[in-house]
């Protein structure tokens, strides 16, 4: 598993592919079996994109692992045994690796190295691309793969003054940061810091946990697999493998059809305690459609949970601070936990209310929060992303005419289908916004659709000789109004999270994920196919 980091100068590609994640692996795969000359460039030093950079205590996928794999290979589905219903970061990244290594994949991937420009050259129909190693390559084709949450959100600027550690959870050292009986504080109280508090608890000698918004959390139900339960999934796999495809967010489940408002008390009651049951997202986007459109049943459903998180915490006044109230359940993302809420009856464990008084920062012995400082050896940071615009507006993006989509995205979100922006020939988003793999889906299964859809796109430019593709500033408006009357009939754009950008300031607001459903987004994608890119620009 060595990983070669040669960089190749000045060469010119068929395709030059960011990222080597789900994403970028397959996409390497599929244009190289296409037989085009590719290179995936990726700042890490080895395969697995999230699971190589999370790698914080506690890490896990909340995809059941029977969904969250790759379809390609039969092979590979046959020999790949996962271990639980919910894989561990280890787990998960030892499974990219394998592919990487199967597919032989690797050789043509340069490692720790980032792009730091992309320009379009309309002459040559070409991308010109830079990178941090000295990089100057050309491309027809640019592929970002750079993940959706992987820009991360690194709040204070006064990290210096601080004499302990300071880790954010996507930068975690690969040697591990050792926490055994120190006094650590944790930033953030999202799917990620979630699971790190809930994982590191019992071993760190203090916790404050610095909370500004209190989430929903569904406890996860996980097991560990053995050969009998795995080979009752791989017996699924054609039928899962299908279906995916076209459920609301690309589980094996889909939004029930019943209608919440037509049952009874009781009935809703059991209902609820039935997905509840499920430990896993079902609970949410498997469960009743009308949690994201009805307020009444949001309202509800929210109560329902709210009273469930009330039932863990042994201190009352305590509980109540670890409510939401601000928002509904399921209007921002919901994270799955494994003793989270236990957590708080420990007596080492303190939270720490930063809502009305802020932290105002590092102090040399630790944090502070109005007048009040928390000494503290180990800070983490579980602050989130700048998401699915973040990886790619970093890149410093300059397409037809010299225009920049750090600009364009600075003013306004915009792309067709999350996988293409006007104005910018060539260049393919996977996992771009305002398509539903800005995490309103089950990532593996939005992440291989698009990948076969620009792979689809690349082919039909080739067989047709044309050297250009981007779709219209008309089939683009299109697009974002379908995308925006969407989100609006939901409730989710009445919440502030990284959903909706609210949790970078300035940044335009709009949805960042189509809420329309997995299925319906792939009839989209596929129509574009079929129609033989009506209202797109081929060159
Ligand atoms: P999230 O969900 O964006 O959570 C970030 C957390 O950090 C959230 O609780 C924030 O509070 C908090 N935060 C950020 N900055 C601060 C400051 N300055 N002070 C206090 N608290 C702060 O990121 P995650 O990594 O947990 O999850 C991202 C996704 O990864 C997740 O949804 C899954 O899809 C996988 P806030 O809510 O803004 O008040």
């Known amino acids: 598993m060595s990983n070669i980091t040669e960089t190749r100068q000045g060469a010119d590609y068929d395709a030059i592919v960011v990222g080597a994640g789900i994403a970028g692996l397959y996409q390497l795969y599929r244009l190289r079996e296409m037989g085009l000359k590719v290179l995936a460039l990726d700042a890490a030093s080895?395969?697995?994109?999230?699971?190589?950079?999370?790698?914080?205590?506690?890490?896990?996928?909340?995809?059941?692992?029977?969904?969250?794999?790759?379809?390609?290979?039969?092979?590979?589905?046959?020999?790949?045994?996962?271990?639980?219903?919910?894989?561990?970061?280890?787990?998960?990244?030892?499974?990219?690796?394998?592919?990487?290594?199967?597919?032989?994949?690797?050789?043509?991937?340069?490692?720790?190295?980032?792009?730091?420009?992309?320009?379009?050259?309309?002459?040559?129909?070409?991308?010109?691309?830079?990178?941090?190693?000295?990089?100057?390559?050309?491309?027809?084709?640019?592929?970002?793969?750079?993940?959706?949450?992987?820009?991360?959100?690194?709040?204070?600027?006064?990290?210096?003054?601080?004499?302990?550690?300071?880790?954010?959870?996507?930068?975690?050292?690969?040697?591990?940061?050792?926490?055994?009986?120190?006094?650590?504080?944790?930033?953030?109280?999202?799917a990620t810091g979630i699971q790190v508090i809930q994982t590191i608890a019992a071993q760190v000698g203090e916790l404050k946990v610095f909370q500004r918004t209190p989430q929903y959390a569904v406890p996860m139900r996980n097991e560990a697999y053995d050969d009998a339960a795995r080979n009752a999934w791989r017996a699924q796999y054609p039928r899962l493998r299908e279906s995916v495809q076209h459920t609301f967010v690309?589980?094996?489940?889909?939004?029930?059809?019943?209608?919440?408002?037509?049952?009874?008390?009781?009935?809703?009651?059991?209902?609820?305690?039935?997905?509840?049951?499920?430990?896993?997202?079902?609970?949410?986007?498997?469960?009743?459609?009308?949690?994201?459109?009805?307020?009444?049943?949001?309202?509800?459903?929210?109560?329902?949970?709210?009273?469930?998180?009330?039932?863990?915490?042994?201190?009352?006044?305590?509980?109540?601070?670890?409510?939401?109230?601000?928002?509904?359940?399921?209007?921002?993302?919901?994270?799955?936990?494994?003793?989270?809420?236990?957590?708080?009856?420990?007596?080492?464990?303190?939270l720490v209310d930063v809502s009305e008084t802020p932290i105002a920062g590092f102090t040399e012995n630790g944090l502070l929060v109005g007048e009040q400082e928390y000494p503290l050896d180990v800070v983490i940071l579980a602050t989130g992303f700048d998401a699915g615009t973040g990886a790619l507006s970093r890149m410093d993006i300059h397409g037809r005419d010299g225009r920049s989509l750090t600009e364009l995205w600075s003013k306004d979100i915009r792309s067709t289908l999350g996988l293409q922006v006007h104005g910018f020939p060539n260049l393919f988003t996977v996992a771009g916004p305002l398509a539903p793999s800005t995490?309103?889906?089950?990532?593996?299964?939005?992440?291989?659709?698009q990948v076969d859809w620009v792979t689809d796109c690349i082919a039909y430019l080739r067989e047709q000789g044309r050297n250009s593709i981007e779709p219209s500033s008309e089939k683009e408006a299109w697009w974002v109004q379908h995308h925006d009357e969407t989100a609006n009939e939901t409730l989710l754009m009445t919440t502030n999270s990284w959903y909706t950008g609210a949790n970078i300031e300035g940044k335009p607001r709009r949805l960042l994920s189509y809420i329309g459903g997995v299925g319906k987004y792939r009839e989209f994608c596929d129509e574009a196919k079929t129609s033989h890119y009506e209202g797109y620009i081929v060159a």
């Open 46 to 190: 080895a395969v697995g994109g999230t699971w190589y950079w999370n790698r914080y205590p506690g890490a896990r996928v909340d995809s059941q692992s029977y969904v969250y794999q790759y379809w390609f290979s039969d092979e590979l589905l046959e020999e790949w045994d996962w271990s639980e219903r919910f894989p561990s970061q280890p787990e998960t990244e030892r499974y990219l690796n394998y592919v990487a290594d199967k597919f032989d994949l690797r050789k043509d991937i340069q490692f720790n190295t980032t792009v730091t420009s992309a320009h379009w050259d309309a002459e040559r129909s070409r991308w010109l691309i830079e990178t941090d190693q000295g990089d100057a390559f050309t491309a027809t084709y640019f592929a970002s793969c750079a993940g959706m949450l992987s820009a991360p959100v690194i709040p204070f600027t006064d990290h210096e003054t601080f004499k302990g550690q300071i880790a954010h959870t996507a930068r975690w050292p690969r040697e591990g940061i050792d926490l055994r009986g120190k006094r650590v504080g944790v930033i953030g109280t999202g």
């Open 250 to 350: 690309g589980f094996d489940f889909d939004l029930m059809t019943e209608s919440y408002l037509d049952l009874s008390p009781q009935e809703r009651l059991a209902a609820l305690e039935k997905l509840w049951a499920d430990g896993s997202l079902s609970f949410w986007v498997g469960g009743f459609a009308e949690l994201l459109d009805n307020e009444t049943v949001n309202a509800e459903i929210s109560e329902f949970t709210r009273a469930k998180i009330r039932a863990r915490i042994k201190d009352p006044v305590l509980a109540e601070k670890l409510v939401p109230k601000s928002f509904g359940f399921g209007t921002a993302r919901v994270p799955l936990e494994s003793g989270y809420y236990d957590v708080y009856n420990r007596d080492n464990v303190e």
């Open 439 to 449: 995490a309103f889906c089950n990532m593996a299964t939005c992440l291989q659709q």
